[in-house]
T-cell receptor
Framework: GQQVMQIPQYQHVQEGEDFTTYCNSSTTLSNIQWYKQRPGGHPVFLIQLVKSGEVKKQKRLTFQFGEAKKNSSLHITATQTTDVGTYFCAGPFNYGQNFVFGPGTRLSVLP | EAGVTQFPSHSVIEKGQTVTLRCDPISGHDNLYWYRRVMGKEIKFLLHFVKESKQDESGMPNNRFLAERTGGTYSTLKVQPAELEDSGVYFC???????????FGSGTQLSVL
């Protein structure tokens, strides 16, 4: 079936520490997207990766798409309390008709 | 430009009642998706419209759920009759192209008592 897995499920870090979440798809993806949902909020698009091996940076966030286009990672350097939330990866299946989200990694940042 | 709008933001109903959720996508977005998040867990796909046509409804849990998008503009998701396990946050999202960036609404928090 169409599955997108993420680890870890939860991560608690001290402010200033780094954080990484990993995403794996059961099949090759045409692209992978990352979203962030703050507590009580709705998912907000962060980035889309399309090319094999692609690496993109947004300030303290680094996103990577695996060579086989089946896995991805999000790394946050020197976390801040504003980074708190759940990070989801998502990928299109069935020619984009079915957009599947991973279970998310919930990040807590202790001040 | 207005974002994706969902109504109501909260709904509390009793088991066996009917509830209708509404989603207004961003103007010009042909692709409309419904998702559900239960108890803070995964964002589960329900179905996908392209204009007024259902492209993929493989995520719809059962025939108590009915989604429509007449005219290809706004969409409704009706739950009839509601069961306790239907509680959760129902999100609508739209995009210009299938598989591309999704814009989410603020969601409808449904509580079935």
């Amino acid at each position: 079936g169409q599955q997108v897995m993420q680890i870890p499920q939860y991560q608690h870090v001290q402010e200033g520490e780094d954080f990484t979440t990993y995403c794996n798809s059961s099949t090759t993806l045409s692209n992978i997207q990352w979203y962030k949902q703050r507590p009580g909020g709705h998912p907000v698009f962060l980035i889309q990766l399309v090319k094999s091996g692609e690496v993109k940076k947004q300030k303290r966030l680094t996103f990577q798409f695996g060579e086989a286009k089946k896995n991805s990672s999000l790394h946050i350097t020197a976390t801040q309390t504003t980074d708190v939330g759940t990070y989801f990866c998502a990928g299109p299946f069935n020619y984009g008709q079915n957009f599947v989200f991973g279970p998310g990694t919930r990040l807590s940042v202790l001040p | 430009e207005a974002g994706v709008t969902q109504f109501p933001s909260h709904s509390v109903i009793e088991k066996g009642q009917t509830v209708t959720l509404r989603c207004d996508p961003i103007s010009g977005h042909d692709n409309l998706y419904w998702y559900r998040r239960v108890m803070g867990k995964e964002i589960k796909f329900l179905l996908h419209f392209v204009k007024e046509s259902k492209q993929d409804e493989s995520g719809m849990p059962n025939n108590r759920f009915l989604a429509e998008r007449t005219g290809g503009t706004y969409s409704t998701l009706k739950v009839q009759p509601a069961e306790l396990e239907d509680s959760g946050v129902y999100f609508c999202a739209s995009s210009q192209h299938p598989g591309r960036k999704l814009f989410f609404g603020s969601g409808t928090q449904l509580s079935v008592l």
